[in-house]
């Protein structure tokens, strides 16, 4: 009975952990980060706006009534030929009917609203990419340092267990009288530190779990799976091709078009507006309709116009500029990404040939001390130089992957 009770404890343990790989985290992140919906949503956003743009164009319909009460009594349709002298009037009259109104012609400042509303759902897709990139670069940076942590716990792991195995040769040397006490506590100083430096490992681990669980929209997540290879890269970029750019351009093109649309301000507008309906009063009706068209030919507002037009093209001009710092800036960013992917590389060369070293310092201290020929500290140092050595590999491999993740982040191209 206990068995089985175990055994489904187990099974339950097992079904409950989320051992995530980084192509899993992403791909929930893409389904339920809500950073992801609220991007998704203003493409719809701007879907709508451009409908809102183009059906302007085709003008509205509406169904108009009244109902009026008059001091004297008023016909209840207009005079015309031939007068008649049994026309009804009232001083109450009410009309209901329907009602058309269009636009026919504004500058074509409805045209350019309709492009502009066409770019800005163009900007609001290349947000949404870019969130997407950013979104990942986000879980990558969480994710491998996650993996780092582990690798470093275990080096940790394994200075702690160095540290207790002198520890017990010290004690059984000292019971001797071959060590003096001095080094037996120089080494469970040491130990101590090694041991709250583990501990503050696994914390960290669980703090970013959390965050990564946040981040992804998921409530738990109980451990990550290695990875090998873990950044792919390429160098042969360009930064016109960057989404950044890209939106930048957008930006750009859109602020055009506002210098178009201000441009029609200058325009007179015409309209056409058509009514059909009937007039009710002392229990008569009289239908009526109507059509027509209107002009309306500006001729001067007080600069209004003209501060319109030019708050227009400094919006241009501003986005022209931000484009070329866009694209400047891309450039530096990409070599610096560049140059610190090298740096680290080569820093990773230099501490895997320092490792080498130190391990072989380590092994000579450790003939030494037993020997008697070193004290206690010269052997801790040299333990605790190779722990910080194997500590700087794991960084610098850290660091050497999240700035290939970084330069894909900044050349993202869709």
């Known amino acids: 009975m206990n068995r089985k009770l175990v055994t489904v404890a187990l099974l339950v343990a097992f079904q409950n952990s989320w051992a995530m790989t980084l192509n899993e985290a992403i791909d929930t992140a893409l389904k339920k980060s809500p950073l992801i919906h609220i991007e998704k949503e203003k493409i719809n956003q701007s879907i709508e706006e451009k409908r809102v743009k183009k059906a302007k164009n085709l003008g509205s319909i509406n169904v108009v009534g009244s109902y009026t009460t008059y001091n004297i009594p008023r016909t209840l349709a207009p005079i015309v030929p031939p007068i008649s002298p049994d026309i009804v009037t009232s001083k109450e009259i009410g009309t209901l009917g329907l009602k058309y109104d269009v636009m026919l012609f504004n500058g074509f400042s409805d045209l350019r609203s309709i492009e502009i509303a066409e770019l800005s759902k163009k900007i609001s897709k290349t947000d949404f990419a870019l969130s997407k990139e950013q979104l990942i670069y986000n879980i990558k940076s969480i994710y491998f340092k996650i993996l780092t942590l582990k690798k ?25 009288g071959k060590k003096a006490k001095l080094d037996l506590l120089k080494v469970a100083s040491e130990l101590e530190i090694a041991k709250y ?3 503050n490992i696994d914390n960290s681990i669980k703090i970013l779990k959390a965050k990564l669980a946040s981040l992804i929209g998921v ?25 950044i750019y890209k939106k930048a351009l957008l930006d750009t093109q859109k602020s055009k078009k506002g210098i178009a649309k201000a441009k029609a301000l200058y325009y007179p507008k015409v309209a056409f ?12 009706q009289e239908e009526l309709w109507q059509a027509g068209v209107s002009i309306n030919i500006p001729l001067y507002d007080f600069g209004n116009r003209n501060a319109q037009f030019q708050k227009a093209k400094i919006a241009y001009m501003i986005s022209e500029h931000k484009l070329q710092n866009s694209y400047l800036k891309l450039k530096s960013d990409i070599v610096d990404a560049k140059e610190r992917i ?22 000579t201290e450790k003939i030494k ?9 010269d052997l801790l140092l040299a333990i605790s130089k190779k722990r910080k050595a194997e500590s700087d590999l794991i960084g610098a491999t850290y660091d050497l992957t999240m700035q290939k993740a970084y330069l894909n982040l900044l050349v993202g191209e869709k």
């Open 219 to 243: 409530e738990k997540i109980d451990s990550v799976e290695d990875i090998y290879d873990e950044e792919k890269v390429s160098f042969s970029v360009k930064p016109k091709n960057s989404l």
């Open 273 to 284: 507006n058509a009514y059909y309906g009937d007039n009710f009063a002392s229990g008569e």
């Open 152 to 176: 470093e716990r275990v080096s940790a792991l394994s200075y702690q267990k160095a540290l207790e195995t002198l520890q017990s040769k010290v004690e059984q040397e000292y019971e001797l």
């Open 342 to 363: 090298a740096t680290a590389t080569a820093k990773i060369e230099a501490l895997k040939k320092q490792l080498e070293f130190l391990t072989k310092i380590e092994e």
């Open 369 to 377: 001390y037993q020997n008697g020929v070193s004290d206690v500290y």
């Open 197 to 199: 430096n583990s501990l």
